[in-house]
T-cell receptor, first 114, second 117 residues
Framework: DAGVIQSPRHEVTEMGQEVTLRCKPI?????LFWYRQTMMRGLELLIY????????DSGMPEDRFSAKMPNASFSTLKIQPSEPRDSAVYFC????????????FGPGTRLTVL | AQKVTQAQTEISVVEKEDVTLDCVYE???????LFWYKQPPSGELVFLIR??????QNEISGRYSWNFQKSTSSFNFTITASQVVDSAVYFC??????????????FGEGTQLTVNP
């Protein structure tokens, strides 16, 4: 079975540009999570969805970040405009029921903002 | 608020040595789950184990074993006869147990394990 799929795997962009990260959760999983990993802050939860509905976006850094989940098999994380401090690895994860289940992570997107 | 502490930032051992990675957690929940994930140099996060707060039995999987002690709020991970392929960053994580709103993972800072040949 396919795991969580993320694209692109690497993204290099210039400050001020819009960046869109994509995630396809494991089929049948009802919850989806976006994380950011940096050396300074470690792994941080940005937002999570349950049944396509955003449940908690308190980890989203600021209004430049937005996330959507238009259907059960696709989610996007958008940064507009991007800044150098957004450089990080962004992980998407999903789990089956959303309650206490193991989260399975995608391979991550390494974002570099110049 | 939940918190996970992995006091060992880096550990270096020689192949075949046993090594224990410490994890101490804080939570006010009576029901919670604990996890360990491995992040090898390739960067992906690999799930290793999940334990619930009501099951304090130790678990063994091959060369891996986990010791969960609620009395000391610890969930330590031991690798027996370490191998070079065990070199990775290991994360301990704690999940709230909120049925209606999904499981939030709080991660520790991670322990970088280097196994030298």
């Amino acid at each position: 079975d396919a795991g969580v799929i993320q694209s692109p795997r690497h993204e290099v962009t210039e400050m001020g540009q819009e960046v869109t990260l994509r995630c396809k959760p494991i089929s049948g999983h009802n919850s989806l999570f976006w994380y950011r990993q940096t050396m300074m802050r470690g792994l941080e939860l940005l937002i999570y969805f349950n049944n396509n509905v955003p449940i908690d976006d308190s980890g989203m850094p600021e209004d430049r970040f937005s996330a959507k989940m238009p259907n059960a098999s696709f989610s996007t994380l958008k940064i507009q405009p991007s800044e150098p401090r957004d450089s990080a690895v962004y992980f998407c994860a999903s789990n089956p029921t959303g309650a206490w289940d193991t989260q399975y992570f995608g391979p991550g997107t390494r974002l570099t903002v110049l | 608020a939940q918190k996970v502490t992995q006091a060992q930032t880096e550990i270096s051992v020689v192949e075949k040595e046993d090594v224990t990675l410490d994890c101490v957690y804080e939570t006010r929940d009576t029901t919670y789950y604990l996890f360990w994930y491995k992040q090898p140099p390739s960067g992906e996060l690999v799930f290793l184990i999940r334990r619930n707060s009501f099951d304090e039995q130790n678990e063994i999987s091959g060369r891996y074993s986990w010791n969960f002690q609620k009395s000391t709020s610890s969930f330590n991970f031991t690798i027996t006869a370490s191998q070079v392929v065990d070199s990775a960053v290991y994360f301990c994580a704690l999940s709230e147990a909120k049925e209606t709103s999904g499981s939030r993972l709080t991660f520790g800072e991670g322990t970088q394990l280097t196994v030298n040949p």
